[in-house]
């Protein structure tokens, strides 16, 4: 039984992420993930401008009339979330958690989906799986998967990036869209990361805090990881602390950045300070000019 708080906050998700998609995604979504590939549809009589390679000369030769092939974009597809929910992901400084802002992102692009007929899965992980929902589609799967974004509580609270993508790629065998959502807290994942983008059209979004890269002048604070549960106590007046924090930020994004440019993975960017529209929109909008 859902909770009539959380059920709640499902509906006013639902409401918000079906009026973007229909408001802004209207075929940005359809424009930057193209269908698997061409398939023949039927043939017609030619007419004036139809490329002369898609003559049907069995047809034409049967109906002693130039028939031509029409083909279609084979428009299904599988979109696979992979969604990080380590200890990290539940930190917030404006207002809504790391986790949160992923859950928002994942329903608009599952709504998305489902509207240009694709099937969506879900998988939920920390170092381990924490949860796997089977692509299908349709509204009431896609609230179940938000349902299982908002009430999994994970077993774990550390970072296994490299092992979600390993069982992805179990998971899905013919070429899907696969997204992951993350804070990338994490290394090591080269090469699954690599051997994911390779198989399936991989983007990875990044959802970043503003606190985690910079602290306010505050005095004496204790900063606690949140996936190890290691405390040490800093004292952010000094500028050097401060500057420690800011050039660790620096180097950790630039890491992600890299690391899934080199893989050939898309990337974007989100914050829990400003909204994550603007950034999807644009980067779909990149990819269906690359297009």
């Known amino acids: 039984m859902i909770p009539d708080e959380l059920f709640e906050k499902i509906r006013r998700l639902e409401v918000r992420a079906r009026g973007v998609v229909e408001s802004v995604f209207q075929g940005e979504y359809q424009s930057a993930f193209k269908g698997r590939g061409i398939e023949f549809a039927e043939v017609r009589p030619y007419q004036v401008g139809d490329d002369i390679r898609n003559i049907d000369w069995n047809v034409s030769a049967r109906m002693d009339e130039t028939y031509v092939k029409v083909y279609e974009e084979e428009r299904e597809q599988t979109v696979m979330l992979c969604v990080d929910v380590s200890g990290s992901e539940n930190f917030g400084s404006h207002g809504k958690l790391k986790r949160e802002v992923a859950a928002e992102i994942c329903a608009v692009i599952a709504f998305s989906a489902i509207q240009n007929n694709d099937t969506v899965g879900l998988l939920l992980f920390s170092d381990e799986v924490e949860r796997f929902v089977r692509p299908r589609s349709g509204r009431r799967h896609v609230l179940r998967c938000i349902r299982e974004l908002f009430t999994t509580e994970p ?111 898309g990337h974007v960017v989100v914050r829990t300070d400003a909204d994550y529209v603007e950034p999807l929109i644009a980067f779909f909008r990149r990819r269906a000019r690359r297009g």
């Open 155 to 265: 077993e774990s609270i550390g970072t296994d990036i490299g092992g979600a993508l390993q069982r992805v790629l179990r998971i899905l065998q013919r070429r899907s869209i696969l997204v992951l959502v993350s804070d990338f807290f994490d290394t090591g994942y080269d090469s699954m990361l690599r051997a994911a983008a390779q198989r399936h059209d991989t983007i990875g979004i990044e959802v970043q805090d503003p606190r985690e890269e910079e602290l306010p002048p505050a005095g004496l604070v204790d900063l606690t990881d949140a996936e190890t549960g290691e405390t040490v106590t800093v004292d952010t007046r000094d500028p050097a602390v401060r500057e420690a924090v800011e050039a660790s930020a620096r180097a950790r994004r630039e890491r992600t950045h890299d690391l899934l440019s080199r893989a050939g993975a």
